[in-house]
């Protein structure tokens, strides 16, 4: 028995430009000019972040010597205070490096082809803050000296500098090569309020639950926090051009 096909889903689609509600199928005019200003130095954003993300893990190792008593600074107060001081501007340090990294790669943005590299390469300051607080934590729960207070205590401050450092380095919106590239070129795209892409077709199978879409420009939906694009009107892009069946993204029309 042949499987009934699922009727299109009908769409609420809201002009991003003027708040106004638009037939489906109407694509707004892209903006004259409207492209991704690339301003700044990423090289130089980058090795500045490399250079703080060292600083950090020098900061963890120090904090290591203090808390093990290799190196006897302030014999007064206790090596678990002092090892704590030095993780607070480790933790320093990973922020102000993630945070330059995360411009970096807004001003010179990485393709999103391969989803792991794009990911670990926007996230690279989480897995930094990582490496700069779990070895501290591992050394501390393993020393044989330290009573269970102190692990307890230790313990915890790092973990709660690890999780600070992590969260503010995860760029919750990173930008694409490809979303760059359509932004540039003025395309006309679609997205949801709640989403992190934006879509090159209305019908998406990925909006198949959603009521209300925005339509406008690519480069709208990077400025509202949309800078990748949706995998599946990416791979269904692709196919379609590889079959001949478009030379390039649907048109903007006037309204």
């Not at 794009?118 to 591992?138: D, E, Q, R, T």
């Not at 729960?141 to 969260?167: N, Q, S």
């Not at 420009?217 to 009107?233: H, L, M, N, V």
Request: net charge neutral.
């Amino acid at each position: 028995m042949a499987e009934e096909k699922k009727p299109k889903k009908e769409h609420k689609i809201v002009s991003a430009s003027t708040g106004q509600t638009v037939k489906p199928g109407t694509r707004p005019a892209a903006k004259p000019g409207a492209a991704v200003q690339q301003t700044g130095n990423a090289t130089g954003l980058r090795v500045g972040a490399v250079i703080l993300w060292l600083v950090a893990v020098v900061f963890e190792v120090l904090a290591i010597a203090l808390f093990l008593e290799k190196l006897l600074v302030l014999p007064q107060i206790e090596p678990l205070y002092k090892a704590i001081a030095a993780l607070v501007v480790d933790a320093v340090c990973v922020i102000i490096g993630s945070t330059l990294w995360k411009k970096a790669n807004h001003i010179d943005p990485a393709s999103q082809k391969n989803a792991l590299k794009f990911w670990l390469w926007n996230n690279m300051g989480v897995l930094v803050s990582a490496v700069a607080f779990i070895p501290f934590i591992i050394i501390l729960l393993k020393d044989e000296k330290a009573d269970k207070k102190t692990k307890a205590i230790g313990t915890a401050v790092a973990a709660v500098l690890m999780l600070v450092c992590g969260l503010s380095s995860y760029d919750w919106n990173p930008l694409s090569q490809e979303a760059v590239a359509e932004a540039n070129a003025g395309s006309v795209v679609y997205w949801t309020e709640h989403g992190k892409k934006f879509h090159l077709y209305e019908d998406c199978q990925a909006l198949n639950q959603t009521e209300t879409l925005m339509t406008g420009t690519a480069q709208e939906a990077i400025d509202s926090g949309k800078g990748t694009i949706c995998k599946f009107c990416e791979k269904r892009y692709e196919k379609e051009l590889a079959e001949g069946g478009t030379e390039a993204l649907p048109e903007a029309v006037n309204e």
